[in-house]
């Protein structure tokens, strides 16, 4: 089976600094992982996703996230933060094993940017 | 507008009192998922279907029936509501032939089942 891991509930961080949300997975064979922010009372939106190739991804809004197969992480980064993203962020996996398409969300990690 | 919308946004319901919550995307999409999101356990995934007449059961399909009868609909059905399924419901909907698409989400549905 499959699942993902958020470790932090919430991570604070100063507006300016660099940000890191972290996201470890578990599948049977190769992992397609996808982050997505939610803000209030909105549905969720997409931010970016590694299928293969380059472990460093880059997504909207200024955000990357770097795939590190070997500690089954893909943590979301953003250089600089902004007030505005603050927001609740989910990191998912598929499994890449044929056309099933179950998509498993982690249980999400609210970052919270301090002017 | 590309979109997928949730009818209604919000319902208070009754125990036992059968509802249907409406999911419809305009992409054409053959790829669409149920969701229930309660605090701390993040997105559970209840139902999808990976085209017209073609369903299967998610993590927590327990309580719920869906439908997928035409391409762009794909309804979630409670035939009895219980007070464990007070949750926000969302739907979503992706292309999925061949390669890896991300989802599109709707809005949300709150539901309180009394």
């Known amino acids: 089976a499959q699942s993902v891991a958020q470790p932090e509930d919430q991570v604070n961080v100063a507006e300016g600094n660099p940000l890191t949300v972290k996201c470890t997975y578990s599948v049977s064979g190769n992992p397609y992982l996808f982050w997505y922010v939610q803000y209030p009372n909105r549905g969720l939106q997409f931010l970016l996703k590694?299928?293969?190739?380059?472990?460093l991804v880059k997504g909207s809004y200024g955000f990357e996230a770097e795939f590190n197969k070997s500690q089954t992480s893909f943590h979301l980064k953003k250089p600089s933060a902004l007030v505005s993203d603050s927001a609740l962020y989910f990191c998912?996996?598929?499994?890449?094993?044929?056309?099933?398409?179950?998509?498993?969300f982690g249980t999400g990690t609210k970052l919270q940017v301090i002017p | 507008e590309a979109q997928v919308t949730q009818n209604p946004r919000y319902l208070i319901t009754v125990t036992g009192k059968k509802l249907t919550v409406t999911c419809s995307q305009n992409?054409?999409?053959?790829?669409m998922s149920w969701y229930r999101q309660d605090p701390g356990l993040g997105l559970r995934q209840i139902y999808y279907s990976m085209n017209v007449e073609v369903t299967d059961k998610g993590d927590v399909p327990e309580g719920y029936k869906v439908s997928r009868k035409e391409k762009r609909n794909f309804p979630l059905i409670l035939e009895s509501p219980s007070p464990n399924q007070t949750s926000l419901y969302f739907c979503?909907?992706?292309?999925?032939?061949?390669?890896?698409?991300?989802?599109?989400f709707g809005p949300g549905t709150r539901l309180t089942v009394t």
């Open positions: 590694y299928i293969t190739g380059d472990n």
């Open positions: 998912a996996v598929r499994d890449n094993l044929g056309g099933y398409q179950k998509v498993t």
């Open positions: 979503a909907s992706s292309l999925s032939s061949g390669r890896v698409y991300e989802q599109y």
């Open positions: 992409m054409n999409h053959e790829y």
